[in-house]
């Protein structure tokens, strides 16, 4: 579904700030994967995501969407067919709209055309029965404001808006990170249901190592703009916390031990 | 009655200079200064169609002379990636050497003598007033764009425009094209700019090159005083409190004028405090809370 073939992205080439976000990655995803990345801060989790994204272009490289090349494509259109949810819950939602109206934001393009109608009786029912599903009463608050919602309603709301037409490719930024632990359990719970029941390719950023080996079905390990670890099936059911740690540590000593030998 | 009736016309008129204002003002959240030059584009395009017969052309053509307007601003903003306030500023300012070329370098025309819409309805209906059919007309234009206006942002492509102004960030990640969507409210808002100015030349019987100087603060001061009335609610009561916010805007500066509080040269400084005050209230109104917090908090200190 989605193939990253040799992405190299250089940020302030050619001044002494230079750096090298990711170096020649390489990265292929079967359809329905749920593919979760770990790696430290500046490995280069978010630069993948916002190239697959079309934030910016490649120096080199292509990515492969479903077989097409979106390597040079604008980014807006690339989000007809990649839904992204942000840590950050203000980024996924406008917050003067009301929940039916950012629903309908996502959804009635495709389905009334520009001049349509963006809320009618018909997709109001449809997000109504969408919103139950997940049992925190927002299906009764339809007309409320998205910004009079919490961090964790607004990212179910984003969620929802990224998944109402079922997109190709799912890109979630660490989207439980700004949540307390137990919405963040919950919207991870809806997360999972989602993509579960949609069949989703999905590739999500994480910090917790934990949920990291939980969810999903394939788990990647990133460092300094490259893919260290890839684990999936059996592999990645034996890994314990312990020794995803382990393995995150040694390569890290790996990289300290290189510096010093250039040092000495 | 004269005053009565004049003032609710202009009010009316004008009201749909204040939608645009609104459009750009509230909903994409940027106070577009296009507004001072698409105004008299739309009045000398129809001044001058008038002039040589076609006074309903005039009327489409102003229209469309605001929407080019804002077309070109909205191209400076997002594809030149001009900031926002000083590509209205170079629109505007080289929208004055086109409405003199337009004029055909007179600084006013006068349309006395010629058949413009307002006359040309009083020949048509001779059994009413003078004051009947300018209001009647007026009254239809505002009620007409009202509508449209309001059923559009109803619509996808409305929404799109009302999220671009309310999280620019979220919009640009989506599916929807930001710069297009830009660029489309800009030439929507001018166009309401431009009809206004339009249906003024034909309705004050002459075109002048300098009728839009302070024309922004005018819609600004429209749309805050109709905010006044009906507070910030939907996109749709904001399109009605603007139209009625203009009309209560000429009240005041006609009753201003009457009672001879100030002189008419007044105007425009008045607009102009009207606006300021308006807009710093929410800042007095928390620097207001503040000091009250901090001197009972100094009172609990001192007992």
């Keep these: 579904m989605l193939t990253i073939n040799n992405?190299?992205?250089?940020?302030?080439?050619?001044?002494?700030?230079?750096?090298?976000?990711?170096?020649?990655?390489?990265?292929?995803?079967?359809?329905?994967?749920?593919?979760?990345?770990?790696?430290s801060n500046g490995a280069g989790k978010s630069t993948m995501f916002n190239a697959i994204c079309g934030n910016f272009l490649l120096n080199s490289g292509s990515i492969?969407?479903?077989?097409q090349n979106i390597t040079y494509m604008k980014e807006h259109k690339r989000a007809g067919f990649i839904g992204r949810v942000f840590q950050d819950p203000m980024k996924g939602t406008a917050p003067n709209l009301t929940i039916e109206e950012n629903?309908?934001?996502?959804?009635?393009?495709?389905?009334?055309?520009?001049?349509?109608?963006?809320?009618?009786?018909?997709?109001?029912?449809?997000?109504?029965?969408?919103?139950?599903?997940?049992?925190?009463?927002?299906?009764?608050?339809?007309?409320?404001?998205?910004?009079l919602l919490s961090g964790g309603q607004r990212q179910v709301v984003t969620l929802l808006m990224c998944t109402l037409v079922t997109p190709k490719l799912l890109l979630l930024d660490e989207h439980t990170a700004a949540l307390d632990p137990a919405t963040a359990?919950?919207?991870?719970?809806?997360?999972?249901?989602?993509?579960?029941?949609?069949?989703?390719?999905?590739?999500?950023?994480?910090?917790?190592?934990?949920?990291?080996?939980?969810?999903?079905?394939?788990?990647?390990?990133?460092?300094?703009?490259?893919?260290?670890?890839?684990?999936?099936?059996?592999?990645?059911?034996?890994?314990?916390?312990?020794?995803?740690?382990?393995?995150?540590?040694l390569k890290k000593k790996e990289a300290f031990d290189n510096d010093r030998m250039l040092l000495s | 009655m004269t005053l009565l009736l004049g003032s609710l016309q202009l009010g009316l008129l004008y009201g749909i200079l204040a939608i645009g204002v609104y459009i750009s003002f509230r909903i994409l959240n940027v106070?577009?200064?296009?507004?001072?030059?698409?105004?008299?584009?739309?009045?000398?395009?129809?001044?001058?169609?008038?002039?040589?017969?076609?006074?309903?052309?005039?009327i489409v053509l102003s229209i469309f002379s605001g929407a080019l307007a804002g077309c070109i601003t909205g191209f400076l903003?997002?594809?030149?990636?001009?900031?926002?306030?000083?590509?209205?500023?170079?629109?505007?300012?080289?929208?004055?050497?086109?409405?003199?070329?337009?004029?055909?370098?007179?600084v006013n025309v006068s349309l006395i003598g010629k058949t413009e819409l307002f006359s040309y309805v009083m020949e048509k209906m001779p059994q009413l007033s003078r004051d009947t059919v300018k209001t009647a007309l007026a009254l239809i234009f505002a009620l007409i764009v009202c509508i449209i206006i309001i059923r559009f942002f109803k619509t996808h492509i409305g929404l799109c425009i009302r999220a671009t102004g309310d999280n620019e960030a979220m919009v640009s990640s989506s599916s929807i094209n930001v710069d297009a969507t830009k660029i489309f409210t800009l030439a929507i808002s001018n166009a309401c700019v431009g009809l206004s100015g339009g249906l003024m030349a034909q309705y004050q019987g002459y075109a002048d090159i300098n009728?839009?100087?302070?024309?922004?603060?005018?819609?600004?001061?429209?749309?805050?005083?109709?905010?006044?009335?009906?507070?910030?609610?939907?996109?749709?009561?904001?399109?009605?409190?603007?139209v009625v916010g203009s009309i209560v805007y000429r009240y005041i500066m006609a009753l201003a004028t009457a009672t001879h509080i100030f002189p008419a040269f007044a105007l425009k400084l008045v607009s102009a405090c009207i606006v300021g005050i308006a807009l710093s209230i929410p800042a007095v109104k928390e620097a207001a809370a503040l000091s009250k917090i901090k001197k009972e908090a100094g009172n609990d200190a001192h007992n």
């Design chain 1, 7 to 39: 992405a190299v992205k250089i940020f302030s080439q050619g001044t002494p700030n230079e750096h090298k976000a990711l170096s020649g990655l390489n990265l292929h995803l079967e359809r329905g994967e749920f593919v979760t990345v770990v790696g």
């Design chain 1, 64 to 67: 492969f969407v479903d077989g």
């Design chain 1, 103 to 147: 629903l309908a934001l996502a959804y009635s393009r495709q389905k009334t055309g520009p001049f349509g109608a963006a809320v009618n009786k018909k997709n109001r029912d449809m997000f109504k029965e969408a919103l139950s599903e997940f049992n925190m009463g927002l299906e009764d608050r339809m007309q409320t404001k998205v910004g």
């Design chain 1, 185 to 249: 359990e919950k919207v991870m719970e809806i997360t999972e249901r989602i993509v579960d029941r949609n069949n989703l390719t999905t590739l999500m950023i994480t910090h917790n190592l934990n949920s990291a080996l939980r969810t999903g079905t394939r788990t990647i390990m990133m460092d300094s703009g490259n893919i260290i670890l890839d684990v999936s099936g059996e592999e990645r059911a034996k890994m314990t916390l312990d020794d995803l740690l382990n393995m995150y540590s």
């Design chain 2, 31 to 58: 106070p577009d200064l296009t507004t001072e030059g698409s105004f008299t584009f739309g009045l000398a395009t129809s001044a001058m169609c008038a002039l040589s017969g076609h006074f309903v052309l005039g």
């Design chain 2, 77 to 106: 903003q997002t594809k030149c990636k001009i900031h926002p306030i000083l590509s209205g500023i170079i629109t505007m300012s080289g929208l004055y050497t086109i409405n003199l070329a337009v004029m055909k370098n007179a």
């Design chain 2, 211 to 242: 009728s839009s100087v302070g024309i922004l603060v005018v819609g600004l001061a429209s749309v805050i005083i109709g905010e006044v009335i009906f507070g910030r609610r939907s996109v749709t009561i904001g399109i009605i409190s603007a």
